[in-house]
């Protein structure tokens, strides 16, 4: 069976290889986001998603105690302290310091440093420093030092809490999620409604023209959206839809149409023309051999289209730009939402991470529920 004519075991392997590659380019970024969603911004600024398991590094600045703090040993006058709960830094270990910020490593724990105004210094590990001086330390304020700080790796969920429960409107996406799925699900059922009434009359319909009209929407799969916006939206202001829910679910409706039409007309044309024959010969109209026979057989077409405009209208920014415009934020869907993040909450990026995750989670659990319909929708009718 491996010698079997026409088997190309090379383009097999290369075929492999080349899913594997294109699976894995998609997983691997999917999957540091969903990391980065869980830790905390210090540590996604400071270091890779790849990191997240190990213990992480970055450089901090400490306030010692003032010399109002510092007793007298014998000839000596020493200040101790530790440079974690003065500081108040969330650390356990210190792994290089220094007395000036352009050598923060010039010493590791237990080295002793001069210092400019007189004495020494010396910071163990845990952070426990002890400045010592044969004369009194003067001044009002402690001596500035700065340490490598290793901190362990950490998880939280209080990223999620703000996204999803803050009630915020600079961090929340719940008014956002909502207003998604108002402008995606009818988004969605309206040009499946459509165009599978256009779908059937245009597979198994005499009428004048209809190759016309099978040229036109092909036609119309070429022309980008970016051309109608404008006009559209003219239309849209000149009747009084536009700026509102109607206005865009009429434009993901109009947008999604050639496409829907298309893909739903070839697999019906596709269907054995018996079934259909026999309908009529029985006495069938045209609307029942539609609802009771064409509708329950397309499924497969009918749920690939609705994955493919489901998806691709909640992951709009544009045409919700266009037609969805709020001010008070009450219809902004979620990716304006996260867009207003990044302009407002720019260096929060846990905050970020997390509400990326938060939008393609929704996403992602459709393809993987429904992908079987996916396949068979797209292959169907290919093959005769």
Do not use: C
Request: glycine share 10%.
């Amino acid at each position: 069976m491996k010698n079997i004519a026409g088997q190309k075991p090379a383009l097999l392997w290369a075929t492999h290889l080349a899913v594997a590659f294109m699976v894995i380019l998609w997983i691997i970024p999917t999957f540091g986001l969903l990391v980065s969603s869980f830790r905390t911004g210090d540590q996604i600024s400071t270091s890779g998603w790849w990191k997240s398991l190990f213990a992480t590094e970055q450089v901090e600045g400490f306030r010692i105690a003032s010399p109002e703090d510092q007793v007298q040993e014998g000839d000596l006058y020493v200040i101790e302290g530790n440079v974690f709960t003065d500081g108040g830094a969330e650390a356990n270990t210190l792994s290089a310091w220094g007395t000036s910020s352009r050598d923060v490593s010039a010493y590791a724990p237990g080295d002793v440093a001069e210092l400019r105004d007189g004495g020494t210094i010396t910071i163990a590990e845990n952070g426990d420093y002890r400045l010592e001086n044969s004369e009194p330390f003067e001044g009002s304020r402690g001596e500035r030092v700065f340490g490598t700080v290793s901190e362990p790796p950490t998880f939280t969920l209080e990223n999620y809490d703000r996204v999803l429960f803050s009630g915020s409107s600079t961090d929340g996406m719940q008014k956002a999620f909502l207003n998604t799925m108002t402008v995606t699900i009818p988004a969605t059922v309206i040009p499946i409604l459509i165009a599978a009434f256009a779908a059937y009359a245009l597979a198994w319909m005499d009428f004048p023209g209809r190759a016309l009209l099978i040229a036109g929407v092909v036609a119309l799969l070429v022309v980008p959206l970016q051309l109608a916006l404008i006009p559209l939206l003219k239309l849209h202001l000149n009747i009084g839809i536009g700026k509102g829910y109607m206005g865009v679910w009429l434009a993901h409706t109009g947008f999604g149409l050639p496409m829907a039409v298309y893909l739903l007309r070839n697999y019906i044309a596709g269907l054995p023309r018996d079934i259909i024959e026999n309908a009529r010969v029985d006495g069938a109209t045209e609307f029942q051999i539609f609802t009771r026979i064409i509708l329950p057989l397309s499924f497969p077409a009918l749920a690939s289209f609705a994955i493919f405009q489901f998806l691709w209208t909640w992951n709009d920014l544009l045409v919700a730009k266009v037609f969805l415009i709020d001010a008070s934020g009450q219809t902004t869907v979620m990716t304006n939402q996260i867009v207003e993040l990044m302009g407002t909450r720019g260096g929060d990026w846990e905050i970020l991470a997390t509400a990326a995750f938060v939008s393609i989670a929704v996403p992602l659990l459709v393809f993987f529920f429904m992908q079987k319909y996916l396949v068979r929708g797209l292959l169907a009718g290919s093959v005769k």
